[in-house]
């Protein structure tokens, strides 16, 4: 950010609340971190172009928010779902891409959540499940996804991820932890909500 007035807007929020006690003699201001901002253009009046709005709105944020308060979330390299993102700072440039996943659901649990299903075969996709006290009659199924457990972890068995319909029209995103050979029966989960 190069524009003075923003700056100065951003110190007058915060001086409020110094508390100067006996007075203040010197004070010093420090960067932590700085990036090299790209070359502007300036029009024939001498006029610099307006810096872009968003960096204004994030710069605002952050200073009301923190650090920790504003953040934004970008793709993981993992195949399991709940480690697949990461908070970054709002404007930091994106990583690209190195690895390919399916789309997942808007909306996933923090923490799977356990239900009780009953599938026809060891592989096959439930057909009725319970879920926070409730009956959901399968209608519709698509999987097995499978993800195999990241062979630096020891503390995962391979998932077969289905994606179902209830009755009602309800979509739900669910997986079976563990195989059937495995010799533990397998447990289930709903892990997040589709549309």
Same mark, same amino acid.
């Given at each position: 950010m190069r524009d003075p007035r923003h700056l100065a807007r951003l110190f007058a929020e915060s001086l409020p609340t110094i508390d100067p006690g006996? @007075?203040?003699?010197?004070?010093?201001?420090e960067a932590a971190a700085t990036d090299a901002l790209p070359v502007q253009q300036i029009d024939f009046s001498g006029q610099v172009?307006?810096?872009d709005d968003v960096?204004?709105?994030?710069?605002? #944020?952050?200073?009301r928010l923190g650090a920790v308060g504003a953040r934004?979330?970008?793709?993981?390299?993992?195949y399991w779902p709940e480690r697949a993102a990461?908070?970054?700072a709002p404007l930091a440039s994106p990583a690209p891409r190195t690895w390919l996943a399916r789309p997942r659901p808007p909306r996933l649990f923090p923490t799977?959540?356990?239900?009780e299903a009953m599938a026809m075969l060891p592989d096959a996709p439930p057909v009725l499940f319970r879920w926070r006290g409730r009956r959901h009659r399968v209608r519709r199924a698509e999987g097995p996804e499978r993800l195999s457990p990241?062979?630096?972890?020891?503390?995962a068995r391979a998932r077969d991820y289905y994606r179902v319909e209830d009755e009602t029209g309800a979509r739900f995103w669910?997986?079976?932890? @563990?195989?059937?050979?495995? #010799?533990?029966?397998?447990?289930?989960?709903?892990h997040g909500l589709l549309g």
């Open positions: 006996f @007075g203040i003699e010197v004070m010093r201001l172009a307006a810096e960096a204004l709105v994030v710069d605002r #944020g952050v200073n934004r979330y970008a793709a993981a390299e993992s990461v908070a970054v799977p959540e356990p239900i990241e062979w630096w972890r020891d503390d669910l997986y079976r932890d @563990g195989l059937v050979r495995d #010799g533990d029966p397998p447990r289930w989960y709903m």
